[in-house]
């Protein structure tokens, strides 16, 4: 089955960190370009932040900018979102997915076609 599967979500304390996983079953990352996604409740789902196939790029919605880092490691087909200095409105579900050549805007804003797989989400929720 082809499939993304996101892990490391969790509650989590202002100014703590988490570091979600995002892996690849039944096909391989390394060809794609992955976005990480949130949605609050209530809110429109945004795209946060960005890695292409090689990692010649990352970006960063201004939001998550300075806190959050986007790596991946093509040998575990396996791509991470490191959160630093969360904060409770960074309390949503967290998604990743993949795609040849997604755009990446910084409103957030995102094609829904561009992607080929998606995950399921992961719940992180800051409180203290």
């Known amino acids: 089955q082809l499939q993304l599967v996101e892990s490391g979500g969790g509650l989590v304390q202002p100014g703590g960190s988490l570091t979600l996983s995002c892996t690849a079953s039944?096909?391989?990352?390394?060809?794609?370009?992955i976005t990480w996604f949130r949605q609050a409740p209530g809110k429109e789902r945004e795209g946060i932040s960005q890695?292409?196939?090689?990692?010649?790029?990352?970006y960063y919605v201004t939001s998550v900018k300075g806190r959050f880092t986007i790596s991946r490691d093509n040998r575990k087909n396996t791509v991470y979102l490191q959160m630093d200095s969360l904060k409770p409105e960074d309390t949503a579900v967290y998604y990743c997915?993949?795609?040849?050549?997604?755009?990446?805007?910084?409103?957030?804003?995102?094609?829904?076609?561009?992607?080929?797989?998606w995950g399921q989400g992961t719940q992180v929720t800051v409180s203290s």
């Open positions: 039944g096909f391989t990352l390394g060809p794609y370009t």
């Open positions: 997915a993949a795609g040849r050549s997604p755009s990446f805007y910084n409103s957030g804003y995102y094609r829904r076609a561009d992607y080929d797989y």
């Open positions: 890695i292409t196939s090689s990692d010649q790029a990352r």
